[in-house]
């Protein structure tokens, strides 16, 4: 399975390196990745599609606890694009 991770982080020089870390643990593959600077020049938006036979929500705990992700919000991408917010 496919879900679409999209996500607000604060700016830092490694939080894209500790979230890749978590979906790696977390037995996830990381697909394709986007990021881009929000508006305040503060934070960073992240978009990334990861896959597995894993459910979802083992990833999503995990990155939740990260203390740089701001909001995090998974759509799983072979059920008609509902999101699951957290």
Same mark, same amino acid.
């Given at each position: +399975?496919?879900?679409? #991770? %999209?996500?607000?982080?604060?700016? $830092?020089?490694?939080?894209?390196? /500790? =979230?890749? /870390?978590? =979906?790696? %643990?977390?037995?996830?593959?990381?697909?394709? +990745?986007?990021?881009?600077?929000?508006?305040?020049? $503060?934070?960073?938006? #992240? &978009? +990334?599609? @990861?896959?597995?036979?894993?459910?979802?929500? &083992? #990833? +999503?705990?995990?990155?939740?606890? !990260? %203390?740089?992700? @701001?909001? !995090?919000?998974?759509?799983?991408?072979?059920?008609?694009?509902?999101? =699951?917010?957290?």
């Amino acid at each position: +399975m496919s879900f679409q #991770l %999209h996500m607000q982080c604060h700016k $830092q020089p490694d939080v894209v390196e /500790r =979230i890749l /870390r978590v =979906i790696r %643990h977390r037995g996830f593959t990381l697909d394709e +990745m986007n990021m881009t600077p929000s508006n305040c020049g $503060q934070r960073i938006e #992240l &978009l +990334m599609i @990861v896959s597995s036979t894993r459910p979802a929500h &083992l #990833l +999503m705990t995990q990155v939740q606890k !990260l %203390h740089d992700v @701001v909001t !995090l919000k998974c759509i799983d991408s072979k059920v008609d694009s509902t999101a =699951i917010s957290c």
